[in-house]
C-alpha cells in the first residue's frame, strides 16, 4: 500500500488533545449461575439458575475443577484486581486458576479450543495464572471489556481450596454518564435503548473513540463518522473528534491517502489498508465537526487533506467518470464479499463531493468548489447510464441494478433503512446523491 508519511505538527496538536481518562472503582453484585437450555426453536437459552449476594464471597472456597461467576451489573471497561487466599493445609502446589471475561452468558460456555475464525482467537478474554504464594493481590495488566467474570480453579493439590475477595474493576473512560441528559420520552423501551446506546458510546470513548473495547481498540476512520454524530448529541466531546482528525490526518501513506485505521501503541501509526469509502468520509467528519463548533482553524488546516482525498480517489480510480472495476473490495459498504459495489461506491464519491463543495464554499476557495460540482455532475450522468435500467428501475426482483458487465448488485445498499422496511422504491442511489430519478 505504500509508505507512512507522518505530519509531526498535526500529530502533536493530536497528542495535546489526549484525554485524562475518568476513573470508577466498582465490585461485583452478585455470584450468579446460569444453565444451558434448549428452547423451543432449538436455539440455546442461558438460564439464570441463582444468585447469591457477594457477601457470601469471602466464605466460598474453591478446590479442583470448581468455579464461581462474579455479576458486575453492567458492561464495564478497565482492569480487574482481587486477592486470593488459601484454605485447609499449607498450600502444597500452585493454585492454577482461568479467568473468563464475558459480555453475556453465552460466552462462559464458549470453549477457545473449539473457535474456528480468521479473527486471531488471542482476543478471546481468558486469562490462565499459576499463584505460587498466597495471600497474594493480584492486578492483572490487561484492559477487559465485560459484564461477567467466571474464576475456574484447573488445579491446587487434595491440601486445600481456595478463596477468591476482594474483586474490582478500575472502569476507565474519557467520559462519565453522569454528564450527560439520558431521554425521558416515557416509552421504557426507547429509554432503555438511549441508555445502552449511550453507555456503549461511553465505552468507547478511551484515548480515542475506539471501534470497540473488546477487540481491535482502533480508531476506524468509518467509525469514526458515526461515533463523532453521537456524541454531538450526547457526551459533547469535541476535543476526541478534533483529536482523532489531526491523528488521521497526521498519518497517511506517502501519497497522502488516509488509511482505513490506525494502531494506538506503541506510538501513533497508520494501518498498511485503505478503504476509499473511509478516506472520503473524512470531509463529512470534519464538515460536522465544524458546524458543531464553529473551529475555523481546524478547518483551514485540515482542509486540504479533505479535499486531496476525494482528488486522489478521481485520479487513481475513476476512468471516464466511472469508478473503475477493482479485484478487491475499493469500498467496504458491506461485509457481503459477493456482492459488487462499483455503483456503491460511486455514490460514495458523489456523496463526498457534496461534502467537499460545502467545504470549499465555506473556505472561499470558489475554484475547487466550482470544479467539484461539474465533476459531480458528469459523474451521476455517468451513474444513471450506467446503473440504471429504464423499465425495472434500480429494484426490481433478481436484477437490482446492472454494471456495464450486467452483473447483479445485492439489496443491501439499494435501499434506505425506510424503503426496506416499507417497501418503497427509496434507493440508497438517492441518498449518497445520484437523484435516480
Known amino acids: 500500500m505504500g509508505q507512512v508519511k507522518n505530519n509531526d505538527s498535526f500529530l502533536g496538536k493530536a497528542e495535546k488533545l489526549k484525554p485524562v481518562l475518568k476513573h470508577r472503582m466498582l465490585r461485583p453484585v452478585g455470584v ?100 505460587d504464594v498466597m495471600p497474594q493481590k493480584i492486578s492483572l495488566p490487561r484492559r477487559y471489556a465485560f459484564r ?36 425521558d420520552s416515557g416509552d421504557m423501551l426507547l429509554d432503555r435503548i438511549d441508555r445502552v446506546g449511550a453507555k456503549t458510546l461511553m465505552d468507547c470513548m478511551q484515548s480515542v473513540f475506539e471501534d470497540g473495547p473488546k477487540r481491535d481498540r482502533r480508531l476506524w476512520l468509518g467509525d469514526l463518522r458515526l461515533q463523532a454524530l453521537a456524541n454531538y448529541e450526547t457526551f459533547k466531546n469535541y476535543d476526541m473528534v478534533k483529536r482523532c482528525l489531526y ?43 465544524y458546524q458543531e463548533t464553529g473551529d475555523a482553524e481546524t478547518l483551514r488546516e485540515l482542509y486540504p487533506r479533505a479535499i486531496q482525498q476525494i482528488d486522489l480517489c478521481m485520479e487513481l480510480f475513476v ?70 435500467e429504464e423499465e425495472k428501475g434500480p429494484l426490481s426482483a433478481g436484477a437490482v441494478g446492472r454494471s456495464p458487465g450486467r452483473r447483479r448488485y445485492g439489496w443491501f445498499w439499494q435501499m434506505s433503512p425506510a424503503g426496506r422496511k416499507a417497501g418503497s422504491s427509496s434507493c440508497t442511489w438517492r441518498k449518497w446523491g445520484l437523484n435516480c430519478r
Open 148 to 183: 461477567y467474570l467466571q474464576a475456574e480453579v484447573i488445579d491446587t493439590s487434595s491440601k486445600y481450596g481456595i478463596v477468591i475477595d476482594g474483586v474490582s474493576v478500575d472502569a476507565v473512560s474519557a467520559v462519565d454518564m453522569a454528564d450527560i441528559q439520558l431521554l
Open 247 to 289: 491523528l488521521f490526518a497526521g498519518s497517511t501513506f506517502s501519497d497522502g491517502r488516509i488509511a482505513a485505521c490506525l494502531f494506538l501503541e506503541p506510538e501513533i501509526a497508520a494501518d498498511d489498508s485503505y478503504l476509499m469509502d473511509y478516506a472520503l468520509l473524512f470531509g463529512a467528519i470534519l464538515w460536522e465537526y
Open 319 to 388: 476512468e471516464n467518470d466511472l469508478v473503475k472495476e477493482q479485484k478487491e473490495p475499493l469500498c467496504l459498504l458491506d461485509w457481503t464479499v459477493e456482492l459488487d459495489r462499483q455503483a456503491g461506491t460511486q455514490g460514495v464519491l458523489i456523496y463526498s463531493m457534496g461534502y467537499g463543495v460545502k467545504l470549499a464554499g465555506e473556505m472561499g476557495d470558489g475554484e475547487t468548489a466550482r470544479r467539484l460540482v461539474v465533476s459531480m455532475e458528469r459523474l451521476r450522468q455517468t451513474a444513471r447510464e450506467s446503473f440504471w
Open 32 to 131: 450468579v449461575s446460569f444453565e444451558r437450555k434448549k428452547a423451543d426453536s432449538g436455539a440455546d437459552e442461558m438460564i439464570c439458575s441463582g444468585t447469591r449476594p457477594i457477601q457470601e464471597l469471602p466464605h466460598q472456597v474453591l478446590g479442583k475443577g470448581q468455579k464461581l461467576v462474579l455479576d458486575f451489573g453492567d458492561h464495564q471497561v478497565g482492569y480487574v484486581s482481587f486477592t486470593i487466599d488459601a484454605r485447609g493445609s499449607h498450600f502444597d502446589a500452585p493454585a492454577y486458576i482461568r479467568l473468563k471475561f464475558a459480555e453475556r452468558p453465552s460466552e462462559l460456555f464458549d470453549r477457545m479450543e473449539d473457535c474456528e475464525s480468521w479473527i486471531s482467537k488471542s482476543w478471546i478474554q481468558e486469562e490462565f495464572l499459576h499463584i
